[in-house]
């Protein structure tokens, strides 16, 4: 894991966030996600720099399509920003599991 998966994955796991259990490298389909929380039916993705490179950001594009077809909702987060605001973009993730959570019946 990089850094940034890792001081990630200490907020994530145990389930600290609304009892809801997180997953770290979890293969769906193709693909394998940084971040996966089942119930919540919530992805989450740590983008390093070279994910701003076209190339990159068409791949990231079809897998975030791919995983919204299965009805997942998926977040990304660029890994400078998780280094530097960790309690922000926890808030961020609280607020999209609680939100989806609302949806699953």
């Known amino acids: 894991m990089t850094d940034s998966e890792q001081i ?11 009892g809801v259990q997180f997953y770290r490298q ?8 940084d971040f996966l929380a089942p119930r919540a039916k919530l ?3 740590i983008d390093g720099s070279q994910h701003l ?12 399509t791919f995983f919204t077809g299965m009805g997942l909702k998926v977040l990304r987060f660029d890994s400078r920003q998780v280094l530097k ?9 609280y607020r999209n599991v609680e939100e989806q959570i609302k949806k699953s019946p």
């Open 8 to 18: 990630l994955w200490q907020r994530l796991r145990g389930k600290q966030i609304l």
């Open 26 to 33: 979890k293969p769906i389909g193709n693909y394998i996600v």
């Open 43 to 45: 992805v989450v993705e």
């Open 53 to 64: 490179e076209k190339q990159n950001y068409e791949k990231d594009r079809k897998r975030d």
């Open 85 to 93: 605001q960790i309690d922000a973009v926890v808030e961020v993730i």
